[in-house]
């Protein structure tokens, strides 16, 4: 199985079709919107019906409302389409173009999109002032930083640019219910310590609480372990040299890899993680798309993350 780059996964961005969804079509919006992102008000002219979407995972959100892009950006060579399994369904017949790092400026201009959606992205104010002189062009959230971007604020960025405000609030409503639900019903999951460890490359991090992989774990009633606290909390995650991947010891640690690597391969290849110390405690994440849902952590990934990390996490 083809993996992914340690910045990548860490990171984690012809004629566009618009699909009818949530009740309503972009169509049926009124043009002239002005939307504010990190970079200042961006107005977009006309009803887009060619999005080119460039950010990491801006595209599940368009998705999410019934809107296919005119590109998606391919995380990984594993989504030959574009997008996640949780999220192929919504594509239908349509083949997007594919965008990858750093981004072909060319072939996105030749797209002749009306609307530019960069949310999940590096906030390069270069790449940015290049994607608007092509067209229209959606950043970063307004006062925030590359890989802080919460699910919730690109989502509500994303539908407001395309004139579905309403039904982008009510996305992150419905997932927001889910966590909820999924945590009520998993009272054995309250108040147990978790440190989430990414193996790739010979090399383990830890994701810190900035990280949406954490955040996540939070939102089912799980609190980050005295590990992870003792982190940098500025930065998304951190490396860990084999003496501290000894110390991340918790009630879970939760070890995702960067290749889809079984239990048996990671502990072979990872052998500090099966220490005394760690054996008893380490879940390995063996389904990639699992691990590749939490890494995308969008309103279409969410529920298929859930879905599969919370049977690991309870047994």
Known sequence: MSGLSRRGFLGLGG????????????????????VTDKFGQVTIPTEPRTIASV??????????LGIVPTSVYQFVPTMRRGVGVWAEPKLGAVNP???????????????????????????????????SAIAPTIGLPPNTAPNTVSWQDSTRLISTAVGRAADGDKLVTDTEQLLERTKSANPSLHGR????????????????????????????GMVPSPFVLRLDQSRYYAALSAELVNDSTADVI??????????????????????????????????????????????????????????????
């Open 97 to 131: 173009a594919l965008v990858t790092a750093p981004l072909s400026f060319e072939k996105i201009a030749a797209l002749r999109p009306d609307l530019i959606l960069d949310v999940q992205s590096s906030g390069d104010p270069t790449e940015y002032r290049t994607l």
């Open 193 to 220: 310590t978790i440190s989430i460890l990414l193996c790739g490359a010979g090399e383990i991090d830890a994701y810190t609480t900035r990280d949406v992989r954490t955040q996540l774990a939070v939102a089912l």
């Open 15 to 34: 004629l566009g079709l618009l699909v009818a969804g949530c009740g309503s079509t972009v169509a049926e919006q009124r043009p002239g919107r002005t």
């Open 55 to 64: 950010g990491r995972t801006d595209h599940d959100a368009l998705l999410a």
């Open 254 to 315: 939760l070890v995702l890899t960067r290749t889809g690597l079984s239990e048996a391969e990671t502990l072979n290849q990872y052998p500090m993680l099966a220490s005394p110390a760690l054996r008893d405690r380490v879940v390995v994440v063996e389904d990639f798309n699992v691990s590749l849902a939490l890494a995308c952590a969008s309103v279409l990934s969410i529920p298929y993350a859930i879905a599969g990390l919370v049977p690991l996490l309870i047994r």
